[in-house]
């Protein structure tokens, strides 16, 4: 029972480059969502998913980009990363309903340089 | 959009000791969860809340949601070292809408 899957666990960019953070789940939850988290602050949305093919943007989605092709998968784009994009970075889901919380995943640790 | 606001941002205890934080907001929420991440993991539900006025406890965590809606809290009881770690509330607002809105964290440390 893996729950949320991320990869890579630790990354470091150059400035300008693009990568894709990966977020699996394998418990057949309908959202799933992208969080940000900064020292002392507390964790900002970045984009969710109430299923396949359907997302929004969340508080602060500047400079990322998602997809959802599959009820599994939901991985997050950064293309030309900035220094401002050095954060870790939670993937959640959730079966829906007003009687459950989010399952995280352990998170990916993103240094731009 | 709604805001959480959550005191104290950390705290510094003897084992042993009771804790106590809290979450207050200007709007209303129809769901509260406490939440705990250890270091290098991601948060872990510990309680969630669902009507005004409840009072559920966990082992040595209880926690409250509040009358008007607009705020909660979260006691520890009888510290131990495995309590260390960053706790955060989280909202869940308009019915229907799955979008938790989350505190800036209580960084609790304990010295032994």
């Known amino acids: 029972n893996a729950g949320v899957t991320q990869t890579p666990k630790f990354r470091i960019l150059k400035i300008g480059q693009s990568m894709t953070l990966q977020c699996a789940q394998d418990m057949n939850h309908n959202y799933m969502y992208w969080y940000r988290q900064d020292p002392g602050m507390g964790l900002k949305l970045i984009y969710y998913s109430v299923g396949a093919g359907i997302t929004d943007k969340g508080e602060v989605p500047n400079g990322y980009n998602v997809s959802r092709s599959t009820t599994e998968d939901f991985p997050l784009r950064l293309e030309l990363a900035a220094p401002s994009q050095t954060s870790v970075y939670f993937c959640?889901?959730?079966?829906?309903?007003?009687?459950?919380?989010?399952?995280f995943g352990s998170g990916t640790r993103l240094t731009v340089v | 959009g709604q805001q959480l606001n959550q005191s104290p941002q950390s705290m510094f205890i003897q084992e042993g000791e009771d804790v106590s934080m809290n979450c207050t907001s200007s709007s209303i929420f129809n769901t509260w969860l406490w939440y705990k991440q250890d270091p290098g993991e991601g948060p872990v539900l510990l309680i969630a809340l669902y009507k005004a006025g409840e009072l559920t406890s966990n082992g040595r965590l209880t926690a409250q949601f509040g009358i008007t809606r607009k705020d909660s809290f979260l006691n520890i009881s009888a510290s131990i070292p495995s309590d260390v770690g960053i706790y955060f509330c989280?909202?869940?607002?308009?019915?229907?809408?799955?979008?938790?809105?989350f505190g800036q964290g209580t960084r609790l440390t304990i010295n032994p």
């Open positions: 959640a889901s959730s079966p829906g309903g007003d009687y459950y919380g989010y399952t």
């Open positions: 989280a909202g869940r607002g308009i019915q229907g809408a799955q979008k938790l809105v």
